[in-house]
């Protein structure tokens, strides 16, 4: 099993930029479909970013579509989330996840979640 840790999120004001790592551990990334979704209060979760192991394609959600990059570093076994041109909407709790299946867009498809870091965007 993988176990996954985010890094501490924060305040930043709008329009800065913020990178977010993901620290895994019990099992390489090297094999895993790699995501960041994330949840604001009373919404659903929403699928940010992923990032294929096998070819390294990477998705990004609709609304952070050339914002938002999704990086991993197999050697330090970590995923990062490196996101610019931040807005008040984009102020969520963000959590990594690691899957083997096909898809990942959907939270369903992804096996290992880590414990949520909190990021905040003030206007």
């Known amino acids: 099993q993988v176990q996954l840790v985010e890094s501490r999120g924060g305040l930043v004001q709008a329009g800065g930029s913020l990178r977010l790592s993901c620290a895994a551990s019990?099992?390489?990334?090297?094999?895993?479909?790699m995501g960041w979704f994330r949840q604001a209060p009373g919404r659903e979760r929403e699928f940010v970013a992923a990032?294929?192991?096998?070819?390294?394609?990477?998705y990004y959600g609709d609304s952070v579509k050339g914002r938002f990059a999704i990086s991993r570093d197999n050697a330090k076994n970590t995923v990062y989330l490196q996101m610019n041109g931040l807005q008040p909407e984009d102020t969520a709790v963000y959590y990594c996840?690691?899957?083997?299946?096909?898809?990942?867009?959907?939270?369903?498809?992804?096996?290992?979640w880590g414990q949520g870091t909190q990021v905040t965007v003030s206007s």
């Open positions: 019990g099992r390489s990334i090297s094999t895993y479909n």
């Open positions: 990032m294929r192991w096998r070819t390294t394609n990477t």
């Open positions: 996840a690691a899957g083997s299946g096909d898809g990942y867009g959907r939270p369903r498809v992804y096996d290992y």
